[in-house]
């Protein structure tokens, strides 16, 4: 299965989240690809690829037609292995609005390697550009990430409404939500515990019953390249990831 993180702001838990499912996949004994879009190659960093090696990238795939099978490299990590993001991705949208079927470019792309993975994770950039675009149309579901703020609510309704402006460039129906995932929760303060309780009451059985919190460790991983799992395994943040692969999976063989 393929499954994209979006949101239209940054700082939200994408990356993390992508890295560590990942690696919660993996230590469950399925096999994975993580795909880096983002031109920061954040999950490409937080996987232990050092600037030197980022390409050749999706960026090659995307917009020299590359094959996939050229770019895919291990993680070190058994059963995860990645497609690494780059700077050059900075340009992809221009360059691959020129191209025919602009918005399935990367579900072609994938098709080699669909039944090679049990879960092929897209970490998309901020926004919802023609890479988020493609993320979408290639997946056939999309998890939101979500910081219990007090915008946390509206900006949930304003990725809703630009993806329904956006459906005209999918070539059928875009991918389904498989949940809100509420992040860097913080159940210390009094007003999180209310965000949270709101953002399940607008969005009743839309969200993940997992929540992801605050948790220092998984904030240092990504410095050491390292998934929470290697760095510290026994944290908070490794035990939520956990629980979420396991509700993921429960809910997708439901």
């Keep these: 299965m393929i499954v994209s993180f979006v949101n ?76 690494t993001g780059a700077t050059d991705l900075a340009a992809a949208d221009v360059l691959m609005a020129r191209k025919k079927d602009a918005a399935t470019i990367l579900s072609k792309a994938l098709a080699p390697v669909r039944r090679r993975y049990d879960f092929i994770l897209l970490d998309s950039p901020p926004g919802l550009s023609l890479l988020t675009v493609n993320a979408l149309a290639a997946s056939s579901g999309y998890v939101l990430p979500v910081v219990p703020h007090d915008l946390a609510v509206e900006a949930v309704e304003r990725f809703f ?63 050491h390249g390292m998934t929470i799992f290697e760095f510290d395994r026994w944290s908070t943040g490794a035990q939520a990831y956990s629980k979420l692969g396991a509700e993921m999976i429960n809910k997708l063989t439901r």
Excluded: C, W
């Design 161 to 223: 409404e630009g993806l329904d402006d956006m459906q005209v460039l999918f070539p059928r129906k875009p991918a389904v939500l498989l949940g809100i995932l509420l992040t860097m929760v913080d159940h210390r303060t009094k007003q999180t515990d209310q965000l949270v309780r709101k953002v399940r009451r607008v969005y009743s059985g839309k969200v993940f019953r997992t929540t992801i919190p605050i948790n220092i460790r998984l904030a240092e991983a990504p410095r």
């Design 8 to 83: 239209v702001k940054g700082g939200v838990g994408k990356t993390t989240t992508t890295v560590n499912l990942a690696a919660a996949f993996a230590n469950s004994d399925l096999k994975v690809l993580v795909v880096d879009l983002d031109p920061q190659a954040s999950s490409s960093h937080s996987l232990g690829v050092a600037k030197k090696d980022l390409k050749p990238s999706v960026a090659s795939v995307l917009t020299e037609g590359r094959s996939i099978d050229d770019v895919v490299v291990d993680t070190g990590i058994p059963g995860l292995d990645l497609v």
